[in-house]
């Protein structure tokens, strides 16, 4: 007999940026105290509320959690990805002009990073970008 798949199992959409400067370097933060993975270093994002679209969400996040206004958003990979506490969609998208300064507004680190990252330790769901890139130079 198969179990109906609980709803947390359901992929929850998360608009990720990959932010290059003009050196080529991406930006990392640092995941804030009180969230799952408190401390990990990822790409910015979050999750995609009710009729958003992952470049709106993106939008918002970026200025929620880092402070800046960012310019066009290229769609590049997604990624499914399972932990024990939940199932995300990561939709990574590549963003290379803002506007503002960086404040880390929930108390996050930021690092500027090349391959290979010199942070640690990496959310796992970050892994794979990091391998993408060092495949694309
Ligand atoms: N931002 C971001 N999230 C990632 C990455 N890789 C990855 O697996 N995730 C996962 O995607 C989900 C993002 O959720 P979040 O908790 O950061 O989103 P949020 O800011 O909307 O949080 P909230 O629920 O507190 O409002 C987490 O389960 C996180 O583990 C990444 O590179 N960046």
Redesign the pocket.
Known sequence: MSLPEPTDRVP?D???GLLFDADGRFLL?S?PQG???AG?W??????LEAGETVEQALRR?LI??IGVTIGPVEAWRVHL?D?P??R?R?H?CKVRTWTGDFEMREGQQMAWSRLPVQVAPV????LP?LEWLAEEV
């Open positions: 929850v998360v608009a990720v933060c995941r969230k799952v993975y990990y990822e790409f910015p994002g979050g999750k996040e929620e959690e990805m932990y506490h939940a995300v990561l990574f959310l796992p769901g970050t970008v």
